[in-house]
């Protein structure tokens, strides 16, 4: 795991392998970006003439890397694109984030870093940071030979003495959300084989008695003798048995609740309704809204906010067998409901239902469920944006705007209520599948049955931008990414300085 530091040592004189600065595009020519002011010097002020003679344009995503002049105890000077220069000197988070996640990428293997990046604020230091360790990440837990894959050693940003006391506050809090979604990301690369309902609620215990939370398992025993229908309906096809498991963080001085909801399930073949080929090869990637308010929960504890956040995580594989449940069979549900099961690939729903309905006993302020839950979510905002749904307009706009300022990309979307007419069934209260078009909001509109009346509540499909398949970019590395911990994380900041409003 890579180490980060905050140091505010000259950058001369500073020992590292390298040294990283920030250079962007500017009216005319190159500008580098502050924060670079001893580099630039022992360049004797040439630095951004000479990138530029290289062909170096400060583009988002650009690295390059020089030898270190003398004056300079780096060996190796890496220029890192941040875009379109900021007049103001004061970059965007998420520019500073990218850079900051493809320096580190770069410099893979590479013993010690400094960062001479723009990081005069907290905001600033909290992004650098953030986008350092995530770009920093590597899942390496199976590979017998990691050449070429090691993360860099040690992360040091550099400041000044007058402004060290924000960069160190904005550094602690990237360190915490940065690795505990690093933990995310492990959780949802690990494959199915190790990671199955019993072993993830294993390190959910593992991280409760960690960090000093309440965390408590429903195994198939209980799950039965409290009938929850729903996880076991979906997991009753596999050797594999389902969990519910509750992990909360509670504070004293709370005002509100929130509560977390996960899907989680551990490998998705589609049951019965089996997937084709080329469908199920990172199927293990199923459980990511449960790894991300895993994440998320305990990334709240770590952080001491002042509100109670309860995450509910849904724990089952889909498989096909004997036992498995078959199309037009119907399901009771945990409170009573029953739900005829037209398609047992739509099996996320069933599990967030009843872990919905169990969470809204405890009656929280706002349920917030996330799920990798439709491949028509995916097919409407595509592979880096998720949708977020409510039937309170003004909740969903809350969630959709921490969603930004989390610095990931989220779209609100409907509950068209024409839609709704389609999930009806002859035989149960609801079927679990209905019209074709707009499939991602006829799911929305599936759980928003299951949501206690007078329940302030949002739903956030991260089917897209879950797990990655294609090159590494910026601070996002290939498989799972965490979508969706970031959000969540700055949601309950909202609800615990009072800027959540909930009806």
């Known amino acids: 795991m890579t180490a980060l530091t905050v140091s505010t040592s000259p950058a001369a004189s500073l020992r590292a392998d390298s040294i990283v600065i920030g250079v962007a595009e500017g009216p005319q020519d190159l500008v580098v970006a502050p924060g670079a002011e001893a580099v630039t010097e022992a360049f004797d002020g040439a630095l951004a003439e000479i990138l530029g003679d290289l062909g170096v344009t400060g583009a988002e995503g650009e690295v390059v ?214 469908s199920n090869e990172i199927m293990k990637r199923d459980m990511s809204g449960a790894a991300a308010v895993t994440a998320a929960v305990v990334a709240a504890a770590r952080l001491d906010l002042r509100v109670d956040v309860t995450g509910w995580l849904a724990l089952a594989e889909n498989m096909p067998s004997g036992s498995a449940t078959r199309p037009g069979d119907v399901l009771r549900m945990y409170g009573g409901k029953t739900v005829e099961v037209l398609n047992t690939d739509a099996e996320g729903r069933l599990v967030l239902a009843d872990a919905i309905v169990r969470a809204g006993e405890e009656r929280p302020d706002a349920i917030v469920d996330v799920a990798t839950l439709t491949a028509a979510m995916k097919m409407a905002l595509g592979h880096r944006i998720f949708g977020v749904m409510s039937d309170d307009d003004a909740f969903r706009d809350q969630v959709v705007d921490a969603a930004r300022r989390g610095g990931e990309q989220a779209w609100p979307m409907p509950l068209p209520a024409d839609l709704r007419r389609s999930l009806d069934s002859p035989v149960a209260d609801i079927a679990n599948t209905g019209e074709r078009m707009g499939g991602g909001l006829v799911a929305g509109l599936f759980l928003k049955e299951f949501v206690p009346d007078g329940t302030t509540w949002a739903h956030l499909d991260i089917a897209g931008p879950a797990f990655h398949e294609g090159d590494p970019y910026g601070y996002t590395a290939k498989g799972g990414t965490g979508a969706a911990v970031r959000s969540l994380v700055r949601l309950a900041e909202d609800a615990a300085a009072g800027r959540l409003r909930v009806t």
């Open 65 to 278: 890397k020089l030898p270190a002049p003398t004056g300079l105890e780096a060996r190796v000077v890496v220029a890192v694109g941040l875009g379109t220069a900021a007049e103001d000197g004061a970059y965007d988070a998420e520019a500073l984030r990218r850079a900051a996640g493809a320096a580190a990428r770069a410099l893979s293997g590479t013993g010690v870093a400094a960062l001479a990046l723009p990081v005069g604020t907290a905001e600033a230091a909290e992004a650098v940071t953030l986008g350092g360790l995530l770009g920093a990440y590597a899942f390496t837990a199976y590979r017998t030979a990691v050449d070429g894959m090691a993360s860099v050693g040690t992360l040091v940003i550099l400041t000044n003495p007058a402004e060290r006391k924000d960069v160190e506050a904005g550094a602690q809090r990237g360190i915490v959300i940065g690795q505990e979604l690093n933990r995310s990301r492990d959780l949802i690369n690990m494959p199915a084989n190790d990671l199955n309902p019993e072993s993830f609620a294993d390190a959910i215990r593992a991280a409760g008695k960690e960090y000093g939370l309440d965390v408590e398992v429903l195994d198939e025993e209980a799950l039965a003798r409290e009938a929850f229908g729903g996880i076991l309906g979906v997991g009753r096809g596999s050797v594999n048995p389902p969990r519910l498991v509750r992990i909360a963080h509670t504070h004293p001085d709370a005002r509100t609740s929130l509560a977390f909801v996960g899907k989680g399930i551990t490998y998705d073949s589609g049951g019965i309704s089996l997937k084709p080929v080329g």
